[in-house]
């Protein structure tokens, strides 16, 4: 058999059945402490297998599960729902604690949260108690946002026709689609009939949704980011949210998105430095040039290090500091200039953790030496997130952003 018709039976049978996780009992967290505590246990436990995941593009299902039983999936959900509504600095340092141990376990629940910002902003209030109440249940939202072939995330070509009952009936192609594969509901961008931009909230299992689990990137390689297939989706109108009310008034929704993106990014350079810094220690590196024969004494590894450390200090500072206007600026009555003055603070620190989480995850080997190159090792594995994890939301527009809103204030 040749390898083609091998990958036409495998796609054939994932496109067979679709059927939502199982819904298992969950614990409600009640404070930002008792998340950050959360946060760092389930760290511990995701990262006992990584390495052997990512070499072997393990899923890691009973780690989300694990996640999901922790409550960890519900702590933004606003008091008035029943969840503890976290604070953006809790949820910046909850990111970037679980992204050292796994981005990809990072990355896959980012986009559930970044879904649930715009449900608070856009939603009624009868749709908001629905998936609230159904996170706070176990319940995991994926993302079906962007498409291949499109000039950006902008571009959108799935449709959700209005049905004489009132339903939609949603077609088209999603690709980047992370978190889709292990959601119980899967958040859909589609155009209405009258071309405005809708987004739709589909049960796993509905009939004519499928999955497929055909993402390949070389970093971030399980997080399942692939394609979601829609063939005429029956959708309720109480599952369907009108995202295009996000740009009819200021809001903090794409910032709080950023920010978990920038958070990644800096549990992607905490792993990084952290290895390097054991590799060295641990297992030595010797110069030649130099003639030393102990890393502890290698001026030039001393001083590198050094700067690793500093930069991730102050992209650690940036984000914190982002997470903390996006907390002063919710407090208050929202208009433009706060949301400028919160979107540009969350860029401040996005472009700052994804140039450490490059520089680390490629000075890890400049100062580890030879010996790190090892397969069984796997620390290539960092460079390969971090790389593919930034440019799915490349910087170099937020550099110019930033710099044109203290140039100009715009």
């Not at 067979?16 to 404070?31: E, F, G, N, R, T």
């Not at 299902?61 to 729902?81: D, K, Q, R, V």
């Not at 192609?173 to 009939?193: C, M, P, Q, R």
């Not at 999955?211 to 309720?236: E, H, K, M």
Request: include cysteine; aromatic fraction near 6%.
């Amino acid at each position: 058999m040749h390898l083609s018709e091998v990958n036409v039976t495998t796609l054939s049978e994932h496109l067979l059945v679709d059927s939502a996780p199982a819904i298992l009992p969950v614990h409600v967290i009640a404070s930002d402490a008792e998340a950050l505590q959360a946060a760092r246990d389930f760290a511990v436990y995701a990262s006992l297998d990584a390495v052997g995941r990512d070499r072997e593009r393990r899923l890691p299902w009973a780690e989300i599960e694990h996640f999901t039983a922790s409550g960890l999936g519900g702590i933004t959900t606003p008091l008035a729902y029943g969840g503890a509504e976290v604070s953006h600095v809790t949820l910046a340092e909850v990111f970037k604690i679980i992204s050292q141990a796994d981005p990809a376990l990072g990355q896959i629940p980012q986009n559930h949260f970044g879904v649930l910002s715009v449900v608070r902003h856009v939603a009624e209030p009868a749709q908001q108690q629905q998936l609230f109440q159904s996170i706070l249940k176990g319940c995991r939202i994926g993302n079906g946002g962007a498409e291949r072939g499109t000039r950006n995330t902008l571009d959108i070509r799935t449709v959700a026709h209005r049905e004489a009952d009132g339903s939609y009936r949603i077609k088209g192609e999603k690709f980047y689609s992370t978190g889709a594969l292990f959601a119980h509901w899967v958040s859909i961008k589609a155009l209405d009939d009258d071309g405005k931009t809708v987004m739709a909230f589909i049960e796993r299992g509905t009939q004519g949704l499928r999955i497929v689990d055909d993402w390949s990137g070389f970093g971030q390689r399980t997080t399942a980011s692939g394609t979601v297939l829609l063939d005429d989706v029956s959708v309720p109108a109480k599952q369907v949210v009108p995202f295009y009310r996000l740009d009819q008034s200021a809001n903090i929704q794409g910032s709080v998105s950023q920010l978990i993106q920038a958070a990644i990014d800096a549990g992607i350079a905490h792993a990084a430095v952290a290895e390097a810094i054991t590799f060295v220690r641990d297992r030595g590196w010797s110069s030649r040039d130099a003639h030393v024969e102990q890393t502890l004494t290698e001026a030039r590894i001393m001083v590198e290090i050094a700067k690793l450390q500093i930069e991730l200090l102050a992209a650690d500072a940036l984000l914190e500091r982002a997470a903390r206007t996006l907390d002063e600026v919710a407090r208050q009555p929202l208009d433009d200039a706060a949301a400028a003055r919160a979107s540009v603070a969350v860029a401040e620190a996005k472009v700052i953790t994804t140039e450490i989480s490059l520089l680390a995850s490629e000075k890890l080997f400049e100062l580890a030496g030879h010996g790190a190159t090892r397969t069984e090792l796997n620390l290539d594995r960092h460079w390969r997130n971090a790389r593919t994890h930034t440019v799915h939301d490349p910087v170099r527009w937020q550099v110019h952003a930033v710099g044109n809103y203290h140039l100009n204030g715009a």
